[in-house]
């Protein structure tokens, strides 16, 4: 879980959003001036102050949040993380790696679950990547007779590491990010929807900065499921990876006597 990276591959349709965000919210109120495409442009070359955005993001009316798309890649995560956030389908899409096409045979790499990281889970961490190169073995052994790469993926682990392109809007980006950050997610999709967070809050602050799960923002929404254990309150993916970054800096002292 420590070499997991996500990146921005649009940073500029983050500002288009934003531009079209306002734009669209002002066009609604300005229907009666547009006597003409430069009426249009005008209305959308015309500045707008954080302030404004800030409110116009507050308002009930998700649709200014869904004019443009922002792509990431996910890079090193495991296909079990793949199988979870491939639920969300309204106004997202994916492309990943493909197990049809790809020959993993010679270059399988898997992810290692966090609590497996730590010093004295040595002998847990070894027995976990033998059986994850097992299956691999079987998997080679298969193509080796002749089976499809296709066929041969049914013996690949969860763990495989794989490269996944999600594109979505704005909204639907805070959607992800608010239901996946929660714990009732894997230690590894959270970790990864809060690298997705911290990447976006970097290039838009103010777009991004009401994510998180509902518990760092409020109360939680889960009721009987709740895991009763709520994380800080915070407006920031840097607070919520911290443990995520203590664990990964503790694995890298080596076995204890």
């Known amino acids: 879980m420590n070499r997991i990276e996500v990146h921005c591959l649009n940073p500029q349709a983050i500002a288009d959003a934003e531009k079209m965000l306002v734009l669209s919210a002002r066009l609604t109120q300005a229907g009666h001036k547009m006597r003409g495409p430069k009426d249009f442009f005008d209305l959308a070359e015309k500045p707008y102050s954080d302030q404004a955005l800030k409110r116009l993001i507050a308002l009930p009316h998700p649709t200014l949040q869904k004019f443009g798309l922002i792509n990431m890649v996910v890079i090193g995560a495991s296909r079990r993380f793949l199988a979870q956030i491939t639920r969300h389908q309204n106004e997202v899409k994916f492309m990943s790696a493909s197990l049809q096409y790809s020959d993993y045979g010679d270059s399988a790499d898997f992810v290692v679950p966090l609590n497996l990281l730590g010093p004295d889970e040595t002998l847990a961490r070894s027995n976990y990547i033998e059986q994850c190169e097992r299956s691999m073995r079987e998997y080679k052994s298969l193509t080796a007779l002749g089976i499809s790469h296709d066929e041969a993926g049914y013996c690949a682990p969860q763990a495989l590491r794989n490269v996944l392109i999600i594109s979505a809007t704005p909204y639907q980006w805070k959607h992800m990010i608010r239901q996946r950050t929660c714990k009732r997610n894997t230690l590894e999709t959270r970790l990864v929807m809060l690298l997705a967070w911290q990447k976006l809050t970097e290039l838009s602050p103010t777009l991004f ?13 889960e009721g009987k499921m709740s895991c009763l254990n709520p994380l800080p309150k915070t407006e920031s993916a840097d607070d919520l990876l911290v443990p995520f970054k203590d664990a990964f800096e503790r694995a890298k002292e080596g076995p204890r006597e």
């Open 209 to 221: 900065e009401d994510c998180g799960p509902a518990c760092t923002r409020g109360t939680c929404q």
